[in-house]
C-alpha cells in the first residue's frame, strides 16, 4: 500500500528533498510550510517524481493550525505512516543583541513546532498502533556553537524531549516509532534567509553536505526507526565524540573559530530577506539547495556507517579475534 508521508519545513532545504526522495519511493506526500511558492515548488517536484502531493500553508508554531492539518491529511489522503518534523527557523545573532520576542519566535517554530507536529501524528497513530516519527536534528542538539543560541536551545530540547517519548512508547510497548537523525551542515537556503545581525553573509561551518544526503538518511530512518538515532556526517560525530570527551577545550575552540567560521568574506545586504515572522519563499522558489553548491559533498561515509554499525562492529570483532589468535599462534 502507498505509505501516507507528512513532511514539514517542505517548501525548502531538507524537507523539499526529503519529500522528492519519499515522492520517488511511491510515497503520497503532504507538504506542511508557510510560502505559497515554495510549497508550490515542492508539490511539483513530488508529481515529478511520480508522488501525488497535497500542498498544506500552515505555521508549525500553532498547535490547532497543525492538527487541523493532520486532519485534513487523513481525509483527504488516508492514515499518515509517517510524520518527519524538519520545519524551523532561526536568528544568527549573538545572545546579548537578541530580541526576546526573536528568541521565544524561534523556540515555538524549532522547538514546540516539533512538539506540535509529533502530537498531531501521535495521537493519530496510537489508535491504531502504528507509524513512524522522524525528528530532524542537528549536532549541535548536543554540542550549542556560538551566534546561534535559540537555535542550539531548541535542538536541545528536541533531544530530551525525543527521548522521554520514547520511553514511554516503550514503556507502552507500542509499535509507533520515533527516531532522530542528526544533521551536519546543510546547504541550504536558510543562511540566505534566516534573521541575521552578522556583519557579513552566513554560511555553514565546513565540511558542508548536500541536501540529498540528509534526505536519504531521514529515508533509511523512516525505514528503521527502531534506532535511537542516525549521525549523518564525519563533522558530526567528531563534534559529538570530542563534546563528550573535553567540553571544555571545544569551548575554547568554538569562542577562536565559531564567530569568523559562520561568516563568508561577503558583507551582509541589509535588505536580506528574513523568515522569521513571514515566509521568506512566499513569492519565490528558492528550492532544495543553498549557495554553497560548489563546497557540498554529496556523500557521506560517517552515514552509511551509522546505518550499518552492526556490521562493522561484526567485523572489527572478527579481526580482533583474528588477530588475537594469530598473536597466539605466534608464541
Given at each position: 500500500?502507498?505509505?501516507?508521508?507528512?513532511?514539514?519545513?517542505?517548501?525548502?532545504?531538507?524537507?523539499?528533498?526529503?519529500?522528492?526522495?519519499?515522492?520517488?519511493?511511491?510515497?503520497?506526500?503532504?507538504?506542511?510550510?508557510?510560502?505559497?511558492?515554495?510549497?508550490?515548488?515542492a508539490a511539483e517536484d513530488v508529481r515529478r517524481a511520480g508522488g501525488t502531493a497535497l500542498p498544506i500553508a500552515v505555521d508549525v508554531a500553532d498547535f490547532?493550525?497543525?492538527?487541523?492539518?493532520?486532519?485534513?491529511?487523513?481525509?483527504?489522503?488516508?492514515?499518515?505512516?509517517?510524520?518527519?518534523?524538519?520545519?524551523?527557523?532561526?536568528?544568527?545573532?549573538?545572545?546579548?543583541?537578541?530580541?526576546?520576542?526573536?528568541?521565544?519566535?524561534?523556540?515555538?517554530?524549532?522547538?514546540?513546532?516539533?512538539?506540535?507536529?509529533?502530537?498531531?501524528?501521535?495521537?493519530?497513530?496510537?489508535?491504531?498502533?502504528?507509524?513512524?516519527?522522524?525528528?530532524?536534528?542537528?549536532?549541535?542538539?548536543?554540542?550549542?556553537?556560538?551566534?546561534?543560541?535559540?537555535?542550539?536551545?531548541?535542538?536541545?530540547?528536541?533531544?530530551?524531549?525525543?527521548?522521554?517519548?520514547?520511553?514511554?512508547?516503550?514503556?507502552?510497548?507500542?509499535?509507533?516509532?520515533?527516531?532522530?537523525?542528526?544533521?551536519?551542515?546543510?546547504?541550504?537556503?536558510?543562511?540566505?534567509?534566516?534573521?541575521?545581525?552578522?556583519?557579513?553573509?552566513?554560511?555553514?561551518?565546513?565540511?558542508?553536505?548536500?541536501?540529498?544526503?540528509?534526505?536519504?538518511a531521514v529515508e533509511y530512518a523512516a525505514d528503521h526507526p527502531k534506532r535511537r538515532e542516525y549521525w549523518v556526517g564525519g563533522s558530526t560525530a567528531l563534534?559529538?565524540?570530542?563534546?563528550?570527551?573535553?567540553?571544555?577545550?571545544?569551548?575554547?575552540?568554538?569562542?577562536?573559530?565559531?564567530?569568523?567560521?559562520?561568516?563568508?568574506?561577503?558583507?551582509?545586504?541589509?535588505?536580506?530577506?528574513?523568515?522569521?515572522?513571514?515566509?521568506?519563499?512566499?513569492?519565490?522558489?528558492?528550492?532544495?539547495?543553498?549557495?554553497?553548491?560548489?563546497?557540498?559533498?554529496?556523500?557521506?561515509?560517517?552515514?552509511?556507517?551509522?546505518?550499518?554499525?552492526?556490521?562493522?562492529?561484526?567485523?572489527?570483532?572478527?579481526?580482533?579475534?583474528?588477530?588475537?589468535?594469530?598473536?597466539?599462534?605466534?608464541?
Open positions: 500500500m502507498t505509505r501516507i508521508s507528512v513532511v514539514t519545513g517542505a517548501s525548502g532545504g531538507i524537507g523539499r528533498a526529503v519529500a522528492r526522495r519519499l515522492a520517488a519511493r511511491g510515497d503520497t506526500v503532504a507538504l506542511l510550510a508557510r510560502g505559497e511558492d515554495g510549497l508550490e515548488g490547532q493550525a497543525v492538527d487541523a492539518a493532520a486532519e485534513r491529511v487523513e481525509k483527504e489522503l488516508g492514515p499518515i505512516g509517517l510524520w518527519v518534523n524538519n520545519a524551523f527557523s532561526s536568528v544568527f545573532s549573538p545572545f546579548v543583541e537578541m530580541e526576546m520576542p526573536e528568541f521565544a519566535r524561534t523556540t515555538e517554530v524549532s522547538y514546540l513546532g516539533y512538539v506540535y507536529g509529533t502530537k498531531a501524528a501521535l495521537s493519530r497513530m496510537r489508535t491504531r498502533d502504528q507509524g513512524v516519527i522522524v525528528q530532524v536534528g542537528s549536532a549541535l542538539a548536543y554540542r550549542g556553537i556560538p551566534l546561534q543560541s535559540a537555535y542550539c536551545g531548541a535542538k536541545h530540547a528536541i533531544q530530551g524531549f525525543t527521548e522521554s517519548l520514547r520511553v514511554e512508547l516503550l514503556h507502552d510497548k507500542s509499535n509507533v516509532h520515533v527516531t532522530m537523525v542528526q544533521m551536519p551542515a546543510v546547504n541550504t537556503p536558510q543562511f540566505g534567509w534566516v534573521l541575521s545581525r552578522l556583519p557579513r553573509k552566513a554560511q555553514p561551518v565546513p565540511p558542508i553536505y548536500q541536501p540529498e544526503v540528509a534526505a536519504r563534534t559529538l565524540a570530542a563534546n563528550a570527551v573535553a567540553p571544555g577545550i571545544l569551548d575554547r575552540y568554538l569562542a577562536r573559530t565559531g564567530f569568523k567560521g559562520q561568516q563568508t568574506d561577503e558583507w551582509r545586504s541589509p535588505d536580506q530577506p528574513a523568515n522569521l515572522w513571514e515566509p521568506a519563499d512566499q513569492r519565490t522558489d528558492a528550492g532544495a539547495h543553498g549557495s554553497f553548491d560548489d563546497r557540498a559533498h554529496g556523500r557521506s561515509l560517517q552515514l552509511w556507517a551509522s546505518q550499518h554499525h552492526g556490521l562493522l562492529a561484526a567485523v572489527g570483532g572478527g579481526l580482533a579475534a583474528a588477530g588475537a589468535a594469530w598473536a597466539f599462534g605466534r608464541r
